[in-house]
């Protein structure tokens, strides 16, 4: 039998994953083929594809999650193989088969590998027949909640609920106790319905303290299995990662074999095929419990290609046209150490609620050894409520752990990113935290150092204030000669002829504002984008980036927002939300749980709003009447728009 052909490549996913696919296709001289909805029609993966087809739709699930679509698509446009990303349909077997029916090739294992790995609770069930040891849990067939009432009383609380079919924090709630039990397991299994397609639930013992470490492992056609090392994956908040590195810190040889070892006997028991990934919880005295298999390619492959110089695209399409394996067991290499960050549009003072919008500014860091970035978003993109809200991934390699995470630091110093909120100082204060930086990593980590990582608002200083008057100042359109900086109509300090020297100023930044007199700009200078401070003989330098009559200024390693302050908007905007509750992000109604004239008492869930696949429950502040109703289920609703008006009980 001949080998596959595979010329053309369609990637039936978007965002970062659809663009890093493409990067290798078109590598390897491959035409890619991109889908879209109508809201990501100019999306960045729709641009950078050589081919695009339109799906319609703007949600998921009348776009990326329509099989039959995405087979048209692929006959349209002559696209031989179909590669599925993660997320949205990688793990359905029902794509698996379709994709093999249609005559065409699918870059992930085969359906039954899928179906019995594929799902959490047939994947334990396998796992426990085989002897791998396993967290103590329920994942039977039954979904009733007096099941899963019963099976949390025998683990005993903690527990987690997981959907079955999926993955990325998707359908997830930990629960404290039994009064807790119905809302969230009706949540999460709407959350799994909407992601996946499948509302099936597991629920296992919430163990504490452990830390989660996978197995990357690759099989071909021919009967090979490898594992490719392994990688720490603990420190997450909503059971969604958000820090990866490879290799595992503290993981001696002999348990790094076990576990691989272990997850190649999982992967050759159901004829795998393709990169795959066995997850396990590690406790502190060293034993493993298997958790789940994820048979698709990770969002946090580029830490492996980073510690072993491989391709793993590559190698999925290689094995796709069924070549074997190129390197035996022993020569897996493990080189040096790598870091990742995933980069989210999120508010972290804000419960980490998801932000959309457009963006206004968009800086990556600089390229270079050791330095990578997965984006899949530009300058001027927009963010939309329909899908994940994860921008990119930034992954840094250096020699040892040490260097890998200052260079990560000085690429999270590097970007700048304005127009929406994004996880991104967050993400500099866990990987400069001193805990961090000393390995101390588990699923804890998050909520231990919350108070370092995410601190409360604190009053901008003097000197901060006069740095962004002068950056706002000289920023000014008009303001500088590109031809002469030494001339004095570059220095935006005021100067007129015959007149005083100086200009008022009142700004805003981060909900605080500041009149100021600025009367000498000698002691600072804009030169591009770098602001230059002098002061007794020590000069430094700020970025500063103007967009949209906004300034962006570096300082003390966050980017601030700086604008013209209006006095009238800020009071509108204070009495805008008195009386009512408004939602948070842009998204759409799922549920309306109250009705106009109800009592409510504190606490209690009014509405249900569904945006980037995640539920949130707006809930009252405060016992009281429900005075007004101004939303309906099935209704899209932007940031601001007012939900419910309670009235004081």
């Not at 909120?421 to 980590?445: M, Q, S, V, Y």
């Amino acid at each position: 039998m001949s080998a596959p052909v595979i010329t053309s490549l369609l990637v039936a996913n978007r965002g970062e994953i659809a663009c890093r696919v493409m990067r290798t296709a078109k590598a390897l001289g491959l035409t890619t083929v991109a889908v879209h909805s109508a809201t990501d029609r100019d999306a960045r993966h729709s641009r950078e594809a050589d081919i695009r087809v339109d799906l319609g739709g703007s949600k998921a699930a009348d776009s990326y999650l329509q099989i039959d679509k995405l087979i048209a698509a692929a006959k349209v446009s002559g696209a031989q193989a179909i590669h599925p990303g993660y997320g949205f349909l990688s793990e359905n077997a029902g794509f698996a088969r379709a994709i093999e029916a249609a005559g065409l090739i699918f870059l992930g294992p085969p359906a039954s590998a899928i179906d019995a790995m594929g799902s959490k609770s047939a994947a334990k069930a396998l796992m426990e027949t085989a002897g791998v040891p396993l967290v103590p849990g329920y994942h039977g067939e039954a979904q009733d909640l007096d099941t899963f009432r019963e099976a949390c009383e025998r683990i005993g609380y903690p527990v987690l609920l997981k959907a079955t079919a999926g993955g990325g924090g998707k359908g997830m709630k930990v629960v404290e106790d039994v009064s807790q039990l119905a809302e969230a397991l009706a949540s999460a299994q709407r959350e799994a319905q909407s992601s996946f397609g499948d509302s099936r639930m597991l629920v296992e013992k919430y163990l504490l303290k452990p830390r989660h470490v996978e197995i990357q492992i690759f099989a071909d056609q021919h009967g090979h299995c490898l594992y490719l090392n392994e990688r720490d994956c603990s420190i997450q908040r909503r059971h969604q990662k958000v820090v990866e590195e490879a290799p595992a810190p503290g993981l001696n040889p002999q348990l790094r074999r076990a576990m691989g070892e272990a997850a190649v006997r999982s992967a050759q028991a159901i004829g795998y095929v393709g990169a795959g990934t066995v997850e396990f919880l590690l406790d502190a005295r060293g034993e493993f419990f298997f958790m789940e298999m994820n048979t698709r390619l990770q969002v946090e492959h580029p830490v492996t290609e980073a510690i072993t110089g491989l391709d793993l695209v590559a190698w999925q399409i290689r094995v796709a046209r069924g070549e074997a394996l190129p390197i035996t067991q022993d020569q897996v290499p493990l080189n040096g150490h790598a870091i990742e960050v995933r980069l989210y549009a999120e508010d972290p003072g804000n419960d980490f609620l998801p932000a959309t919008g457009r963006l206004a500014l968009y800086r990556e860091s600089a390229e270079g050894p050791g330095r990578r970035v997965d984006s899949g978003v530009e300058e001027g993109d927009e963010v939309s409520p329909f899908y994940d809200p994860m921008l990119g991934k930034l992954i840094a390699w250096g020699e040892d752990r040490e260097q890998a995470r200052l260079r990560l630091l000085s690429m999270l110093d590097e970007f700048a990113i304005g127009g929406l909120k994004t996880n991104i100082n967050f993400l500099r204060r866990i990987i400069g935290h001193p805990a961090f930086a000393a390995a101390e990593l588990d699923t804890g980590f998050i909520p231990r150092y919350q108070e370092q990582l995410l601190p409360a608002p604190s009053s901008l200083s003097d000197a901060f204030w006069r740095t962004a008057a002068q950056a706002f100042a000289q920023s000014q359109p008009g303001t500088t000669r590109a031809d002469d900086l030494n001339s004095p109509w570059s220095i935006g300090n005021g100067l007129r002829s015959g007149l005083p020297a100086e200009i008022t100023l009142h700004l805003s930044c981060e909900g605080q504002d500041r009149a100021l007199t600025l009367s000498d700009g000698g002691s600072m200078q804009l030169e591009g984008e770098q602001l230059s401070i002098e002061q007794n003989g020590v000069r430094r330098q700020h970025r500063a980036i103007r967009r949209d009559g906004v300034v962006y200024l570096q300082w003390e390693g966050e980017l601030r927002r700086i604008e013209a302050y209006d006095p009238i908007s800020a009071v509108e905007a204070s009495h805008s939300h008195q009386g009512g509750l408004t939602a948070p992000m842009n998204g759409s109604i799922v549920r309306v749980l109250v009705e106009a004239g109800q009592t409510v008492e504190a606490g209690a869930q009014l509405v249900v709003l569904e945006a980037m696949k995640m539920e949130h429950s707006i809930r009252a502040p405060h016992a009281g009447v429900i005075k007004a109703l101004y939303c309906q289920e099935g209704e899209m609703v932007g940031e601001g728009s007012a939900l419910v008006e309670l009235e004081q009980a």
